[in-house]
């Protein structure tokens, strides 16, 4: 089975801080994708990237980063100057060829 | 904007009561999935389409919940007797061949009295 593991349920930054949210995954698959997706209170949800497992190279975004380790089973989510358009949930998730499974959630809100 | 449209966006409904909800991917969606998300959780799979083929149901699609996607194109999802426990976000997400990212719709958010 597959599992998402998002430990911070509610991060509080003010505006042009650093961010990093957590993800930690289970899965007996090899082949495997990683994927972060975010909701803004309009409610509707918002791809950002997708990564496979072969691909362990890290991506940067303008100022969104993800670092990918396949030893700790960890695909995190920087966000760097953070700004008040950043407050959503953010969700990692994980996937086979098919279905999507999710963490909880990490409630990011930046401060003016 | 994903492309993909979902209808009604809210429906409040009497416990016992069906209903049905509408979701119309883009034309390169071949596959087509519906997702069920409850407050402070994140959302969970319910059943997936590859054109007008269902081929996965979860679990959590009970007796009471049927989806069809009859020409591979839009998709219904119906919920007949509803109870409280489906007050829920049920959310749509199309996928084209590649079967790379998943593009969600704005979902319908369903409240049972």
């Known amino acids: 089975a597959q599992k998402v593991t998002q430990a911070q349920t509610e991060i509080s930054v003010v505006e042009k801080e650093d961010v990093t949210l957590d993800c930690v995954y289970e899965t007996r698959d090899t082949t495997y994708y990683l994927f972060w997706y975010k909701q803004p209170p309009s409610g509707e949800l918002v791809f950002l990237i997708r990564r496979n497992s072969f691909d362990e190279q890290n991506e940067i975004s303008g100022r969104y980063s993800w670092n990918f380790q396949k030893s700790t089973s960890s695909f995190n989510f920087t966000i760097t100057a953070s700004q008040v358009v950043d407050s959503a949930v953010y969700f990692c998730?994980?996937?086979?060829?098919?279905?999507?499974?999710f963490g909880k959630g990490t409630m990011l809100l930046v401060s003016p | 904007d994903t492309g993909v449209s979902q209808d009604p966006r809210h429906k409040i409904t009497k416990r016992g009561q069906n209903v049905t909800f509408r979701c119309d991917p883009i034309s390169e969606h071949n596959r087509l999935y519906w997702y069920r998300q409850t407050l402070g959780q994140g959302p969970e799979f319910l059943t997936y389409f590859q054109n007008e083929a269902q081929l996965e149901k979860s679990r959590l699609l009970s007796d009471r919940f049927s989806a069809e996607r009859p020409k591979g194109s839009f998709s219904t999802l119906e919920i007949q007797r509803t109870e409280q426990g489906d007050s829920a976000m049920y959310l749509c997400?199309?996928?084209?061949?590649?079967?790379?990212?998943?593009?969600f719709g704005p979902g319908t958010r369903l409240t049972v009295l």
């Open positions: 998730a994980l996937s086979g060829y098919s279905t999507l499974t």
């Open positions: 997400a199309g996928q084209d061949s590649s079967y790379n990212e998943q593009f």
